[in-house]
């Protein structure tokens, strides 16, 4: 069970942490392999740093807890955008511990830490100048048990565009929340008929990222879709158009090349074809600013780090309303 995970995970990093004693402790993001990482930290007098807290994903997954719930068990929090600055420091975190850093998966595209345009067929059976969908599609925790249902209306959709265009889709596998065998065996069992599709355990990021650096090419058409948070938070910087399905990612920062779905298969085909054949909302994607910062959070995050003064300061946190 998840909470016996969490349980092995805390008693293992304690004996790490205290084995090796190191001044600062990074922690990312919202999963509970991290937040088991945070209890083990901060319970250790460890000081603790954050990165990616005050993020919003109202759509029922237990992400906020675990992320709101690192934020206030550690000591120095690296935001990625302003809103989520403004909401750490309303949770009374004091604003000196608070830094905006941006997104730091931005600063390795910016690198081009990805397969290249020439290379992307060694790695994967695909014809990169006809139309590609990349689909992952996660469950929505607290209604878990409504996954194969949600996913059926994505599947219906790529299934009725795929019987009028030649198009391609990678199916990838969703990651271990509750519903992802449903999902998984949901994939495997009705995605046979759909012309030239794909399934992939994982992309893996460089070549999920030169999946969507094909985008920058106007001549190429690749379509992210489902409710991954890659899909909200990292397509923007490649301007890809991108269809967000469900309520997973309801309360996230989104840029221009999102396109909103509920979990209905007319409105999935539709949205599909609108990446497709719609120049206007093409261009709006070629324009598409990350809301999650433009680079150089790495370094920023590094430099605070660099300057920061371990004293007792650091782990005597106050609250500030």
């Known amino acids: 069970s998840t909470s016996e995970m969490i349980g092995n995970a805390i008693i293992l990093l304690t004996e790490v942490i205290k084995k090796y004693e190191p001044d600062i402790f990074i922690v990312y993001a919202d999963r509970f392999e991290s937040f088991a990482a945070t209890i083990a930290s901060s319970q250790t007098n460890t000081v603790t740093a954050h990165v990616e807290g005050g993020d919003l994903t109202e759509g029922g997954a237990l992400d906020d807890n675990v992320r709101h719930a690192m ?6 929090h690296y935001v990625t955008n302003k809103d989520s600055y403004s909401r750490i420091k309303a949770m009374g975190e004091e604003e000196w511990r608070i830094q905006l850093a941006g997104y730091p998966a931005i600063d390795l595209i910016d690198n081009n830490e990805f397969v290249n345009q020439e290379d992307i067929c060694n790695f994967i059976d695909i014809d990169i100048n006809k139309p590609i969908i990349i689909f992952t599609q996660h469950s929505v925790t607290n209604k878990y048990k409504l996954a ?3 996913l ?8 009725k565009i795929s019987k009028e265009r030649y198009i391609q889709c990678i199916f990838t596998y969703p990651n ?8 998984f065996e949901t994939i495997k069992k009705y995605t046979n008929d759909i012309n030239n599709s794909i399934i992939r355990e994982s992309l893996g990021r ?3 990222w030169g999946l969507l650096s ?3 090419d106007p001549n190429k058409t690749i379509i992210c879709m489902g409710n991954s948070s890659s899909g909200i938070k990292e397509t923007s910087t490649f301007h890809c158009p991108t269809i967000n399905i469900g309520t997973r990612q309801d309360g996230r920062l989104r840029s221009t ?3 909103d779905c509920g979990y209905d298969a007319e409105e999935i085909y539709i949205a599909i074809k609108k990446c497709l ?5 093409k261009a709006i994607c070629q324009k598409s600013i990350n809301p999650y910062g433009l680079g150089g959070a790495g370094q920023k995050i590094a430099n605070h780090l660099a300057d920061i003064e371990l004293t007792d300061r650091l782990l005597t946190k106050k609250m500030t309303i």
């Open 206 to 208: 460089k070549l999920y």
């Open 176 to 183: 271990n929340d509750a519903g992802g065998i449903e999902i």
């Open 71 to 76: 934020t206030k068990l550690s000591h120095l």
């Open 148 to 150: 194969k249902e949600q």
């Open 257 to 259: 090349n999102i396109i």
């Open 152 to 159: 059926l209306a994505s599947i219906n959709g790529i299934k």
């Open 214 to 216: 094909l985008s920058r």
């Open 277 to 281: 054949d719609d120049d206007a909302f």
